[in-house]
């Protein structure tokens, strides 16, 4: 199965009106059909000082959110993105899909940056999502920003039978670009997962926005600070579990114990 991705970067600000024009922008460059990945927050914005939280307009995020929907629905596109979310009166760091038939899944940021965790609800679940396209049923994971830190949150995603991780992330720090990048290299090869990956434009970009294909490699990256978007055709019979399926359970054995 081939499916058309594209990457895209983009400033993000405390100015959600903002964000959103740039998010439609760039919808407005791929085609019926496509998939679109943006950086974590590229909604709600974000900031490491977290009381930008008592400033988000919840009607303007709800109005806004609303308004995606119907565009991705009328632009038959797929589109995954970041954003603040406010869910039982406690705020959630989300990654988000949008699907053209107007559905909205949510993952909810299961391992939250120390300082986020007295602002944010950590999610508690590593979902899979379905996306449907004119070839099959295309199946995903999200991770967001510091959870590429841990390994075991990608098998597992790979094991329940995801084809690629979107991973979202927000981080501006310069002497992490090639580590961070080398822990997605590394994500995509021991799980033999695509890995779509999209962070903010900014000078100091601590990890590219990128796409690595199932063997490490690297089929396409952007570092700028720059607004970018990158098209990448993907085939999805490269996915594999060879490496998964040799691992030794009676050793270290990821499973869940979540009920479904």
């Not at 460059?29 to 400033?55: K, M, N, V």
């Not at 979202?168 to 890995?195: C, G, M, Y």
């Amino acid at each position: 199965m081939i499916l058309n991705v594209n990457i895209g970067q983009m400033p993000i600000q405390l100015d959600m009106k903002a964000n959103l024009s740039h998010i439609l922008n760039m919808m407005g460059q791929i085609e019926e059909g496509e998939l679109l990945i943006l950086p974590e927050a590229a909604l709600s914005g974000y900031d490491h000082d977290l009381r930008f939280l008592d400033q988000i307009d919840v009607n303007q995020l709800q109005d806004s959110l609303d308004h995606l929907t119907e565009q991705v629905k009328m632009r038959k596109v797929h589109l995954i993105f970041g954003s603040s979310l406010r869910e039982n009166e406690k705020w959630i760091n989300a990654g988000i899909y949008l699907s053209p038939d107007g559905n909205m899944e949510v993952y909810r940021k299961v391992n939250l940056a120390t300082h986020e965790r007295n602002a944010f609800t950590a999610g508690s679940q590593l979902p899979i999502f379905n996306m449907e396209t004119n070839q099959g049923v295309v199946r995903f994971g999200i991770q967001l920003c510091r959870e590429i830190r841990f390994p075991e949150q990608w098998k597992f995603l790979s094991m329940e039978g995801a084809q690629f991780i979107a991973y979202l992330t927000n981080v501006i720090s310069v002497d992490s670009l090639p580590v961070w990048k080398s822990h997605l290299i590394s994500r995509a090869a021991e799980n033999q997962r695509f890995i779509l990956g999209s962070n903010v434009a900014d000078l100091n970009q601590g990890c590219p926005s990128i796409v690595v294909s199932p063997k490490g490699d690297v089929l396409e990256e952007i570092i700028s600070d720059k607004v970018a978007l990158k098209r990448v055709q993907i085939d999805l019979s490269s996915v594999s579990n060879w490496y998964l399926d040799q691992s030794r359970t009676d050793v270290v054995k990821i499973k869940s114990d979540i009920t479904r």
